[in-house]
């Protein structure tokens, strides 16, 4: 059984810090244009659709050590 937590703080308009068990990062950005510092994969822009599930992610992934799938981690 895995116990996992997620909270996203509201800083100011637009900036929000995010905690979890796995660690925390910063939020930049309005509805449709995200962008995401300091998680375990590096930095992570998300451009998308409001109200769509359509979204783009580009990303400067850091390789996990120990990893195989590319940096990007499923679960």
């Not at 409001?50 to 783009?56: A, E, F, R, V, Y």
Request: charged share 15%; net charge positive; with cysteine.
């Amino acid at each position: 059984m895995v116990i996992s937590f997620r909270k996203r703080l509201k800083i100011a308009p637009g900036l929000y810090l995010n905690v979890s068990s796995g660690g925390t990062s910063w939020s930049v950005g309005a509805p449709g244009a995200t962008l995401n510092f300091g998680g375990r994969r590096g930095a992570r822009a998300t451009v998308g659709i409001t109200g769509w599930t359509l979204s783009l992610i580009l990303c400067n992934c850091q390789r996990i050590k120990g990893d195989r799938s590319g940096g990007h981690r499923t679960r």
